[in-house]
């Protein structure tokens, strides 16, 4: 299998798996807090979307410029607070897998585009997240929406007792 087809697939599992954890929460665990005290279910439900949205941003800053622009961190992490907190209030428990949706098209057609030549291609992250930190390669990026979806829904799930 190639790295296209392999990243393919995953990112199909991941969708999948973003629907079944959807099904299993209930409408009353929706404002539940988690053990992030930024989120609740609902907002960290958007977050995990947020990977996926960002991701074909990044892809064309290492496409363009082989670096990333990026503001400082503590902006950083006070606009994706914000954005999670707004982004979340315009989706219920049942609409949310349509944010998801939309970023997983986004990223399946990025995947199209990538040539032979570029799965190396990458460029330095500031380590503002443990698990996209120091030299990423595109591949390392695409491959980031399951690693993403993968912490936040075992979070989601701890927070509810879901197993």
Do not use: C
């Not at 977050?47 to 996926?52: D, K, M, N, S, Y």
């Not at 074909?56 to 607070?81: K, S, W």
């Not at 997983?104 to 570029?118: G, P, Y």
């Amino acid at each position: 299998m190639n790295i296209r087809e392999d990243i393919r697939r995953e990112l199909e599992e991941t969708r999948r798996a973003y629907s079944a954890l959807v099904a299993e929460i209930s409408p009353e665990d929706w404002h539940k807090p988690t053990h992030n005290p930024a989120w609740d279910v609902g907002e960290m439900l958007y977050h995990i979307t947020v990977a996926p949205r960002l991701m074909t941003a990044d892809l064309g800053m290492i496409r363009r410029f082989q670096r990333l622009l990026l503001p400082p961190a503590f902006i950083f992490h006070r606009l994706n607070e914000w954005n999670t907190k707004r982004g979340a209030r315009r989706y219920t428990l049942e609409t949310i897998h349509e944010a998801y949706d939309e970023a997983h098209q986004r990223v399946l057609a990025a995947l199209q585009t990538i040539r032979d030549d570029e799965w190396k291609k990458g460029a330095v992250y500031p380590g503002w997240d443990p698990m996209l930190d120091g030299f990423v390669t595109i591949e390392m990026l695409f491959r980031y929406v399951k690693r993403h979806y993968d912490a936040h829904a075992a979070e989601i799930r701890d927070a509810l007792s879901l197993r």
